[in-house]
C-alpha cells in the first residue's frame, strides 16, 4: 500500500478546520447565552506568554493553506491577520477551506519528495514534502487548533472530544 500525500493531507486539514467552525458557532451561542464580553474569549491566552485564541486560529489556519500551497508547488497566499470577532475568525476559516478546495490533488499526490523551504535567515528549513507535512506542518496545525480548542474549554464551553475531531470522512 502506497502512502498518499493527498490522504494525508488537505482531507485532514479539512476535517479539523470544518470542527473549528462548529465549535466557533458554540462560542458565538455560549457568549450570547452567558453575556460574557466576546472579547474576553478571543483575546484569552492559557498562560501569558502563549498567544490568544484568535491567533491560535489564524495560525491553524495559516498552516493548512501554507501546507496546501506548498505541497501543491503554489506560493502561499498572504492574508491580513485582522479578525476580531468569532464571524470574522469563521470567515477565515471559510477563506482558507476556499483556497484548499482550489489546489491540485494531482499535485499534491505527487509532493513527496518535493523540496519545501520554510522560514527565512537563520530560520530558514528545508525539507522534503512528506517530512514537511508530517513532522512540521500537522503538528504545528494540531498544536493550535488544539489550543484554540482548550482555550474555549477552559473556559467553560460545552465541548468535548467529538467536536474537536468533528466528521470523519467515509
Known amino acids: 500500500m502506497s502512502f498518499s500525500m493527498y490522504s494525508a ?3 485532514v486539514f479539512r476535517q479539523i478546520l470544518n470542527s473549528l467552525l462548529d465549535i466557533l458557532e458554540k462560542a458565538e451561542r455560549h457568549v450570547e447565552t452567558t453575556r460574557i464580553d466576546p472579547n474576553a474569549l478571543l483575546q ?3 498562560f501569558p506568554d502563549m498567544l490568544p485564541f484568535t491567533r491560535q486560529i489564524q495560525i491553524a489556519a495559516d498552516f493548512a493553506k501554507g501546507a496546501g500551497a506548498r505541497l501543491a508547488g ?3 497566499p498572504s492574508w491580513e491577520d485582522t479578525e476580531k470577532s468569532f464571524a470574522e475568525l469563521k470567515l477565515r476559516i ?5 483556497f484548499l478546495d482550489s489546489l491540485p490533488a ?3 499526490e505527487q509532493s513527496a519528495e518535493r523540496p519545501i523551504t520554510v522560514g527565512s535567515g537563520e530560520k530558514t528549513r528545508h525539507f522534503s514534502g512528506q517530512t514537511y ?6 503538528p504545528h496545525f494540531f498544536f493550535h487548533a488544539t489550543t484554540a480548542y482548550d482555550i474555549l474549554r477552559h473556559n467553560g464551553l460545552d465541548i468535548g472530544k467529538k467536536d474537536f475531531i468533528g466528521t470523519i470522512p467515509q
Open 133 to 138: 507535512l508530517l513532522h512540521y506542518a500537522l
Open 9 to 11: 493531507s488537505l482531507p
Open 74 to 76: 503554489q506560493d502561499v
Open 94 to 98: 471559510k477563506k482558507t477551506l476556499t
Open 44 to 46: 484569552y491566552r492559557l
Open 106 to 108: 494531482h499535485e499534491i
